[in-house]
Structure formats: C-alpha cells, structure tokens
C-alpha cells in the first residue's frame, strides 16, 4: 500500500526566504504526484501537476521536482510572501486510480 | 466553469440522524472521487466513480455510508445513522477521463455530528 510522507510537518520562515518542502512515497509505480495547497476552512487548489514521465514543473515562484526512482519530491517556494502561508499537501496516483495524500506541511511565512 | 459544487457547505447533526452531502461534478469531467478529511487521519478516498459506476468503494468505512451517482452530473454521500466520529470535512472531487489528469477539489462540506 502506497505511503506518502510529507516532511516537515510544519515550517515557520520570515517573509522573502527561499523554501523547499519534502514529499516522500513507498511505491515507485506512479502515475503522476500533484501538489495541492489548502487554506484554514478551504478546499484544496491544485498547484502542480508532474507526470511520472517528467522531472519537474514550473509556475510562477514554484517549482516542484520529481525522482521517481527514490520516491520523492520537492515543491521550491522562491521569495515566500506572508500569502503564501496554508498548508502544502502532495498526492500521488497509482495505477488503480487511487490517490495517496501526505499530512501536509503547514507554512507560515512572517511579514 | 463553477469548479465543483458541493451542498452543505456545513452540516450540523444529531446522533443517529441521517445526512446526505451532494455534489456536482465539473461539466465533462467522467470521475468523481468523495474525500474526507480529519485531524487524526488527513485525506482518506471514500470512494470513486467512473462514467457514474462506482468503481472502488474499499475506503467507505462502514454499511453506514453509502454513495451514488444517478447521472454524469450529481452524486450523493449518504451517513444513516450518523455518529460523532463520522465528524470531518468531506471532500468531492472530480476529473477529466484519462488518468493523468488533474482532480479539482470542491470546497467541501463541514460535518458535525452531536
């Protein structure tokens, strides 16, 4: 059964820092490992999307990265504004059309 | 498009009363998937459907809940009897054929059973 980690579990960083956030999982045999943001009360949007054929994707100050090999990813957060701040969560689909979700990080960014 | 509509926004219940939570996936879209998010256990899939079959239900936790999708564009959740550990937010999603493409969330329905 797939597992997703997602480390740390909550991360607190003054506003302009440059941030890396970490997703790990079991099961190499993915699909695709899409990263979701969630506001306090809110529903997930999605960020990013990565297909099991591809390295990395890129939209506006993020960046997430893909080794499928070792069961991992990292979602680059450049310049961190305070509107930053929610809780990051990855996901991963495997074959069967399931998706396996991390805890999540919780991002605080300080003005 | 409107994204993924989801009634109640909140639902506040007691004990042993019966809830249903709807959802409206987006237009086109052939797999809808229902979520529920607690503290303790973070995003668990319920259950998902493609093309309005249910396709894997091995996440619904009990007889308790039961889920159906009379057309490509409505589904219900149902809880009878409700119990305070059903307590979450659940979550609808839905997405385009093809499994490489993106799930839109719903913003959910927060559930309270007293």
């Known amino acids: 059964k797939q597992e997703v980690t997602q480390i740390p579990a909550a991360l607190s960083v003054p506003e302009g820092e440059n941030l890396v956030l970490n997703c790990s999982f079991t099961d190499s045999a993915i699909y695709n490992l899409q990263w979701f943001r969630q506001d306090p009360g809110k529903g997930l949007t999605s960020l990013l999307l990565i297909q099991s054929s591809q390295r990395e994707q890129t939209s506006g100050r993020l960046n997430a990265s893909l080794d499928k090999s070792s069961g991992r990813s990292t979602l680059y957060i450049a310049a961190s504004q305070p509107g930053d701040s929610a809780t990051y969560l990855c996901a991963v689909k495997g074959d069967n059309n399931d998706m396996r979700f991390g805890v999540g990080t919780r991002l605080t960014v300080k003005p | ?114």
């Open chain 2, 1 to 114: 498009d409107a994204g993924v509509i989801q009634s109640p926004r909140h639902e506040v219940t007691e004990m042993g009363q019966e809830v249903t939570l709807r959802c409206k996936p987006i237009s086109g879209h052939n797999s809808l998937f229902w979520y529920r998010q607690t503290m303790m256990r973070g995003l668990e899939l319920l259950i998902y459907f493609n093309n309005n079959v249910p396709i894997d239900d091995s996440g619904m936790p009990e007889d308790r809940f039961s889920a159906k999708m009379p057309n490509a564009s409505f589904s219900t959740l149902k809880i009878q009897p409700s119990e305070p550990r059903d307590s979450a937010v659940y979550f609808c999603a839905s997405r385009a054929a093809g499994p490489y493409n993106e799930q839109f969330f719903g913003p959910g329905t927060r559930l309270t059973v007293l």
